[in-house]
């Protein structure tokens, strides 16, 4: 038996088409019907006029009902009847029934052998016509005719039958198309009536039922990636920890993040984002086998949830694929997007029986790895959750001291080379952690920039520096550094000028450090808020120069007043042969020709100061010759400076070609 579709919509369509058929049917039927009932009457009709008018008509029926030959005259007769078109055949029975004369297409005879017609009997005893309609199957006869016997009565007794033949095919043919026409007509008011309400409903509901399977799907899937989203990831790690049979088997859940995945929206817009989270997606999809589950949690976070494994080994090795393939380069209209990606690795049930626990011990090891430097795989270690509880307090301390303002700067004393001359501090921004330490910079830093509150600082950190220099004598500078998270945010340049304004400091006096980080970008919002800067007198710094890998192509795009040679080369000294040495000779020559003045960081040692006196270095800062302090203990240190002889620094005039600019005036090198 055939079964009827599934699908509503099918059935429904099916039903009306049925629907349509049936009226067509029926209509046909009784059409049909209709047209041969009215086709007998109007051919019976027919035939019995045409018999009544040959009886009228031909004078000597009696003679030859009696076997005579009709007269010249009903020959005539005869012969012009017959070419009248729809009468086709003629019989005259005499009164006992029998055949006496017959006029078809062919002749106009009297028969030869005579043949008995019950009909022409019944006409003369009843003395009423007899009409019959018949297909026809003779030989000679047309498809559809009418036959009638008219009984001749003459002064009161019949002497004759008259039988006519009429050819009413064309007539029923006629009546046929009509009545198909009218049935076609019908059939299309009757499909228009209902067809356009069905194909209205049909359509609504196709519609639904789409939008309905869209809401299913988006129910348990990511709408950018159409990844599982973390409530089918959930469902789908539970089912597969309920199938687990320890201890053979195992699975491994792979938790990852991109690695400045913020900067790509910063710099290439949300598009470019998308771009990028897609086309991870479709890696994804591609490097990982049929029965492992990829999910997108939310944001640039993805999980791929890797089902029998067999050994630590093999972990490792599909986490390299991952990696391998989510490094390639993605092209952006014209751009290339180069991102990586950190991954933390959990296994069940070494390291969770549940999916919480889970999922929460590969958050970890992303944690971990993302702290040991970004761009690596981490597996769980148990001392994580330590780590974990660690990192909440800390976030807590931070947001904390944001909101109650309760960091502390520090300030470390910058130098002069040649003279030993107090040019200036650095601000350095302090806060102490629950065990009453101070917590380290590099890790300060990168958590107050997770939890969005870098910009907060960063203001407050301007704004206390500055508030604290304007106290000091009016040769001394403040240097401040100014994280890629602050451009982000909004106009720094505004941010600066405000400052500077509340706090009456003057423009040259104060020192922005920017990272070589900022301007991988090379956005045009950047580099305008940079030249607002440098037009208000501030003096730009790039800092940590020599440690990114194309620090040297941003000498030239914009005007440094400064560069700060990275410690690790100072560290460097003594222990890499003549290299670091030859580098910090060849980066202070480079900052004479291009007219900025070169510190280099991290001296902490007779023997590195001693270095630089050689090597004609500007400024220098470190250790030894002074480690961060308390705002309370500059006046101290500013004192000393001066006991020393030390005398306010106007100018630096150590170029071997040229004039060089004042030092911390923040004017424009002339020409």
């Given at each position: 038996?055939?079964?009827?579709?599934?699908?509503?919509?099918?059935?429904?369509?099916?039903?009306?088409?049925?629907?349509?058929?049936?009226?067509?049917?029926?209509?046909?039927?009784?059409?049909?019907?209709?047209?041969?009932v009215?086709?007998?009457?109007?051919?019976?009709?027919?035939?019995?006029?045409?018999?009544?008018?040959?009886?009228?008509?031909?004078?000597?029926?009696?003679?030859?009902?009696?076997?005579?030959?009709?007269?010249?005259?009903?020959?005539?007769?005869?012969?012009?009847?017959?070419?009248?078109?729809?009468?086709?055949?003629?019989?005259?029975?005499?009164?006992?029934?029998?055949?006496?004369?017959?006029?078809?297409?062919?002749?106009?005879a009297?028969?030869?052998?005579?043949?008995?017609?019950?009909?022409?009997?019944?006409?003369?005893?009843?003395?009423?016509?007899?009409?019959?309609?018949?297909?026809?199957?003779?030989?000679?006869?047309?498809?559809?005719?009418?036959?009638?016997?008219?009984?001749?009565?003459?002064?009161?007794?019949?002497?004759?039958?008259?039988?006519?033949?009429?050819?009413?095919?064309?007539?029923?043919?006629?009546?046929?198309?009509?009545?198909?026409?009218?049935?076609?007509a019908?059939?299309?008011?009757?499909?228009?009536?209902?067809?356009?309400?069905?194909?209205?409903?049909?359509?609504?509901?196709?519609?639904?039922?789409?939008?309905?399977?869209?809401?299913?799907?988006?129910?348990?899937?990511?709408?950018?990636t159409?990844?599982?989203?973390?409530?089918?990831?959930?469902?789908?790690?539970?089912?597969?920890?309920?199938?687990?049979?320890?201890?053979?088997?195992?699975?491994?859940v792979?938790?990852?993040?991109?690695?400045?995945?913020?900067e790509?929206?910063?710099?290439?817009?949300?598009?470019?984002?998308?771009?990028?989270?897609?086309?991870?997606?479709e890696?994804?999809?591609?490097?990982?086998?049929?029965?492992?589950?990829?999910?997108?949690?939310?944001?640039?976070?993805?999980?791929?949830?890797?089902?029998?494994?067999?050994?630590?080994?093999?972990?490792?090795?599909?986490s390299?694929?991952?990696?391998?393939?989510?490094?390639?380069?993605?092209?952006?209209?014209?751009?290339?997007?180069?991102?990586?990606?950190?991954?933390?690795?959990?296994?069940?049930?070494t390291?969770?029986?549940?999916?919480?626990?889970?999922?929460?011990?590969?958050?970890l090891?992303?944690?971990?790895?993302?702290?040991?430097?970004?761009?690596?795989?981490?597996?769980?270690?148990?001392?994580?959750?330590?780590?974990?509880?660690?990192?909440i307090?800390?976030e807590?301390?931070?947001?904390?001291?944001?909101?109650?303002?309760?960091?502390?700067?520090?300030?470390?004393?910058l130098?002069?080379?040649?003279?030993?001359?107090?040019?200036?501090?650095?601000?350095?921004?302090?806060?102490?952690?629950?065990?009453?330490?101070?917590?380290?910079?590099?890790?300060?830093?990168?958590?107050?920039?997770?939890?969005r509150?870098?910009g907060?600082?960063?203001?407050?950190?301007?704004?206390?520096?500055?508030?604290t220099?304007?106290?000091?004598?009016?040769?001394?500078?403040?240097?401040?550094?100014?994280?890629?998270?602050?451009?982000?945010?909004?106009?720094?340049?505004?941010?600066?000028?405000?400052?500077?304004?509340?706090?009456?400091?003057?423009?040259?006096?104060?020192?922005?450090?920017?990272?070589?980080?900022?301007?991988?970008?090379?956005?045009?919002?950047?580099?305008?808020?940079?030249?607002?800067?440098?037009?208000?007198?501030?003096?730009?710094?790039?800092?940590?120069?020599?440690?990114?890998?194309?620090?040297?192509?941003?000498?030239?795009?914009?005007?440094?007043?400064?560069?700060?040679?990275?410690?690790?080369?100072?560290?460097?000294?003594?222990?890499?042969?003549?290299?670091?040495?030859?580098?910090?000779?060849?980066?202070?020559?480079?900052?004479?020709?291009?007219?900025?003045?070169?510190?280099?960081?991290?001296?902490?040692?007779?023997?590195?100061?001693?270095?630089?006196?050689?090597?004609?270095?500007?400024?220098?800062?470190?250790?030894?010759?002074?480690?961060?302090?308390?705002?309370s203990d500059?006046?101290?240190?500013?004192?000393?400076?001066?006991?020393?002889?030390?005398?306010?620094?106007?100018?630096?005039?150590?170029?071997?070609?040229?004039?060089?600019?004042?030092?911390?005036?923040?004017?424009?090198?002339?020409?």
């Amino acid at each position: 038996m055939l079964q009827l579709a599934k699908s509503p919509t099918t059935r429904a369509l099916a039903i009306l088409a049925f629907g349509f058929v049936t009226v067509l049917g029926g209509s046909w039927v009784i059409a049909t019907t209709a047209v041969d009932v009215a086709m007998v009457q109007i051919s019976t009709t027919t035939a019995q006029n045409w018999a009544q008018y040959i009886v009228a008509n031909a004078t000597d029926l009696e003679h030859i009902a009696s076997g005579e030959r009709p007269s010249a005259a009903s020959m005539v007769f005869f012969e012009g009847a017959k070419r009248a078109g729809q009468v086709f055949r003629y019989e005259i029975f005499n009164r006992a029934g029998y055949s006496q004369l017959v006029a078809d297409k062919d002749r106009i005879a009297l028969v030869n052998i005579s043949e008995f017609s019950a009909n022409a009997a019944r006409a003369i005893k009843t003395g009423q016509p007899v009409m019959e309609v018949m297909e026809g199957t003779r030989t000679g006869f047309p498809e559809y005719f009418a036959r009638a016997y008219v009984p001749v009565i003459v002064d009161g007794r019949p002497i004759a039958v008259v039988a006519a033949y009429v050819d009413q095919t064309a007539q029923r043919d006629a009546a046929y198309q009509a009545a198909l026409i009218a049935v076609i007509a019908i059939s299309l008011l009757t499909g228009l009536a209902f067809g356009v309400p069905g194909l209205a409903w049909y359509f609504s509901t196709r519609q639904k039922q789409q939008a309905d399977r869209r809401i299913r799907f988006l129910a348990h899937h990511d709408m950018l990636t159409e990844l599982y989203n973390r409530d089918q990831l959930i469902e789908k790690l539970d089912a597969a920890l309920a199938d687990l049979v320890p201890p053979g088997d195992c699975l491994a859940v792979h938790f990852l993040d991109i690695d400045h995945f913020k900067e790509v929206n910063d710099t290439l817009g949300h598009d470019g984002g998308d771009c990028l989270l897609q086309t991870i997606a479709e890696r994804l999809r591609a490097v990982t086998r049929l029965g492992d589950v990829v999910s997108r949690l939310g944001g640039d976070e993805f999980v791929v949830m890797q089902t029998g494994i067999t050994s630590k080994q093999e972990v490792e090795d599909f986490s390299l694929r991952l990696t391998t393939a989510l490094a390639e380069p993605v092209r952006f209209k014209e751009q290339e997007i180069s991102a990586t990606v950190s991954v933390g690795i959990a296994l069940a049930p070494t390291d969770g029986t549940t999916s919480e626990r889970l999922l929460k011990s590969a958050d970890l090891a992303l944690y971990k790895s993302k702290a040991d430097g970004r761009n690596r795989v981490c597996f769980f270690a148990p001392e994580m959750d330590a780590d974990l509880m660690n990192r909440i307090a800390l976030e807590r301390v931070i947001r904390d001291a944001v909101e109650h303002e309760t960091f502390e700067l520090h300030f470390q004393p910058l130098y002069e080379v040649a003279s030993r001359r107090l040019l200036g501090f650095e601000a350095l921004l302090r806060l102490r952690g629950p065990d009453g330490e101070f917590i380290p910079p590099m890790t300060l830093i990168p958590i107050a920039e997770d939890i969005r509150v870098i910009g907060k600082i960063g203001a407050w950190v301007l704004k206390e520096a500055c508030r604290t220099a304007v106290t000091w004598p009016n040769y001394l500078t403040v240097a401040v550094n100014l994280s890629p998270s602050q451009f982000a945010l909004g106009s720094v340049s505004e941010m600066v000028a405000d400052t500077l304004l509340e706090t009456g400091l003057e423009a040259h006096r104060l020192e922005l450090e920017i990272t070589e980080t900022l301007l991988l970008g090379n956005s045009a919002s950047t580099m305008d808020e940079l030249e607002k800067l440098k037009a208000m007198g501030v003096v730009i710094v790039m800092d940590d120069f020599g440690t990114g890998y194309s620090s040297l192509s941003y000498l030239w795009r914009f005007p440094f007043d400064k560069i700060k040679i990275d410690r690790s080369f100072v560290q460097g000294l003594g222990n890499s042969g003549h290299n670091a040495e030859t580098v910090i000779k060849t980066i202070i020559a480079l900052g004479r020709e291009l007219d900025m003045h070169v510190t280099v960081e991290g001296v902490e040692t007779a023997k590195q100061a001693s270095f630089l006196d050689a090597a004609n270095g500007d400024q220098v800062q470190g250790f030894f010759f002074g480690r961060p302090m308390p705002a309370s203990d500059i006046a101290a240190e500013i004192l000393a400076s001066s006991s020393r002889g030390d005398e306010p620094v106007v100018a630096l005039a150590k170029a071997k070609k040229g004039t060089r600019r004042p030092v911390g005036t923040g004017a424009s090198k002339a020409g």
